[in-house]
């Protein structure tokens, strides 16, 4: 009468045992607060950002010709198509002419989809980083008070790093969030 | 020891030739070679920095004035109407990388006259604009 008791017992511990490696793995790939994000087509229906955000190496141009009127975005933030989109409009760029010259431009787009997210399936391309599954759940209102997004200090949620002090380098730690007062 | 020191000449000699380019030009040299542009132009008269000075600060076409980014002091830092990223001033006096590279200025009219005028800038109206900057004191 011992045996399937102890049989079950060995089986819980086994599970535990493998839980308890799994789950520290799985999170350890992404930040907190992913998992109700997760579908059969990837965390986040498929729209996650890459990882790394940056790569390692950076191109020049990229970091002069992005960065004049908001943060150089780092790459990883969206798929590659919708750099390519981004970098066909740039006339009419979210309403104003950011236009570079072609060679300017080819180098760019280049740099942008090589280090676009690797982690993106689905088959959308936002323009806008806002736009994605993965930033909006990042940034509900669980997560961030409304009222933040009013503060004249963060005036828009292109304006990362108005909380990401460290967001032109690509690094959104959550550690290192400060939200303006 | 003094091999080291050799190189390191010769690197800053190089280092100074490449930042070159950035200042391939003075504000004074753009502003004749947009003169030359615009004396093609019938009636032209020569360049008004008063003019220039109404221009910058009026709303044309569009929402955004110059100074909707660039401040009604081009002497003083602006900021981007939509993102609050920071600019440098606009001025020469204030800020001396200014108009100092031809292609960079054609590249700011080309976008920022977009933007204010949803067209190009004629040659006046570029060079009223650049003889007001260049007597804005610091």
């Not at chain 1, 949620?157 to 400060?178: K, L, T, W």
């Not at chain 2, 204030?94 to 190009?120: G, H």
Request: charged letters at 25%; hydrophobic letters at 40%; aromatic letters at 8%.
């Amino acid at each position: 009468m011992m045996m399937p008791k102890q049989k079950t017992f060995r089986l819980f511990a086994v599970a535990m045992l493998a839980m308890s490696v799994a789950i520290p793995v799985a999170q350890a790939d992404d930040d907190r607060n992913e998992g109700y994000g997760e579908k059969r087509s990837g965390k986040y229906g498929g729209e996650n950002r890459g990882k790394p955000l940056q790569p390692a190496q950076t191109n020049a141009k990229f970091q002069q010709e992005c960065s004049t009127c908001h943060i150089a975005y780092s790459p990883g933030l969206l798929p590659a198509e919708s750099w390519r989109k981004v970098m066909a409009g740039l006339d009419k760029h979210f309403g104003s002419d950011a236009s570079l010259d072609a060679a300017e431009n080819k180098e760019i787009s280049a740099f942008l989809v090589n280090n676009a997210s690797n982690r993106w399936s689905a088959a959308t391309a936002p323009l806008r980083i806002s736009e994605s599954v993965w930033f909006k759940r990042k940034h509900d209102a669980s997560e961030i008070n409304p009222a933040v997004w009013k503060n004249p200090q963060v005036k828009s949620p292109a304006n990362c790093a108005a909380c990401h002090p460290r967001a032109e380098q690509g690094d959104y730690n959550e550690d290192a969030i400060r939200i303006p007062k | 020891m003094f091999r080291i020191f050799h190189i390191g000449v010769v690197f800053m000699a190089v280092a100074g030739l490449a930042a070159q380019p950035a200042w391939a030009e003075t504000p004074s040299e753009i502003l004749a070679s947009i003169q030359k542009e615009a004396a093609g132009t019938p009636g032209f008269q020569g360049f008004s920095a008063e003019r220039g000075m109404s221009f910058f600060k009026a709303k044309h076409t569009n929402e955004w004035s110059c100074a909707s980014c660039h401040t009604d002091n081009p002497a003083m830092p602006g900021k981007h109407a939509k993102t609050g990223k920071a600019i440098d001033p606009l001025a020469p006096s204030a800020y001396a990388a200014r108009f100092t590279s031809p292609k960079k200025v054609e590249k700011w009219f080309k976008r920022n006259c977009n933007d204010v005028l949803d067209r190009a800038c004629t040659p006046q109206e570029k060079g009223d604009v650049l003889a007001y900057l260049l007597t804005v004191k610091k």
